[in-house]
């Protein structure tokens, strides 16, 4: 009735923003994601009497973040009906709810650690179907390496919004940083921002129209490792997704000063000769993909950026799994 798992976040090349059902929390669109170490959520999962508990990074959490875990718990309750209370306990090994993806690593961990201790076997796919519950970008935390997120549509239930592995994580060493431009939580959720985006922006649904070749062009540069039709699919992707939710009324605006001059200093290093391309999630910080060879200069250039707090590396990463080694309540950090 134990058992644990890890998972990493993802980073999108390809924005998921935006949803066609809110109850199954189906994507509106297709996405795709490049899955990163050594970030991880570890997370162990224990079935026993009793309501649900939720400890993260050795805090005992507030009855509103237990719910949204409780909530998800239900969908595995239902897998196996004789199932009563959880205690779940985590541990991210970098920072939570900092636009950093924490969201995705940790509702893949929890769907992996959670099935498993109930003896319930799920295919990768139907796990990615299980943790976009939790968190669209958490279907894709699943697999490791290049994944794409479909949106699907034809099956009532959602179970075509599934994620897949594209290409291994041994297929392109690439590296990114983080470009951390704050400190703490961010302002608006991803959800919230995501929703208010599709309620009020004029621009949602031309957002939604370039998805497509957006999907197409990111595979092809995926498959043909070339960086430069890369880097222009990923850049586009992550501007036309903030333009729409800096057009929805009040408008979403996630940037600060530090963010817009990354966008520049980033295009600037490339006009150099240096591989480097940015994206933006929802938060500040600048994700700058690059090349195993260049990443030291890259990261040099970054850290001299006015505005620029730390610089976090990862690499391409590993699908979620699980691991041997078990976290009590009081564990701290790994
Ligand atoms: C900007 O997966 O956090 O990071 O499904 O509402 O939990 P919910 O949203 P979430 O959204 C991620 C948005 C994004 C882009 C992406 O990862 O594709």
Redesign the pocket.
Known sequence: MKASAIAHP???LV???G?RDARL?L?ATD?L?LTLAPLHTHTTVTWRRGGDAFVLNGVEQRPRDVEKVARFLDLVRMLNPELSGAEIVSHNNFPTAAGL?S??SAFAALALAATSAAGVTLSPRELSVLA?R?????ARSIFGGFVRMNAGGEDEEGNDAYAEAIAESNHWDLRVLFALTTTGAKAI???RG?NETMRTSPYFSAWCEQVPRAMHDAEKAIAARDFELLAETAEASALQ?HASAIAARPGVVYWNGATVELIHAVRTLRTQGLAAFFTI??GPHVKVFTTAGDAAKVEEALRAQPGVIDVLAAAPGPGAHLTEEHLSPSSQVL
């Open positions: 993802n980073i999108a924005k998921y923003w949803k929390n994507p996405s994601s993806a969201s995705a976009r939790g968190s669209g970008s958490a959720p991803s959800t995501m997704m999630d929802a």
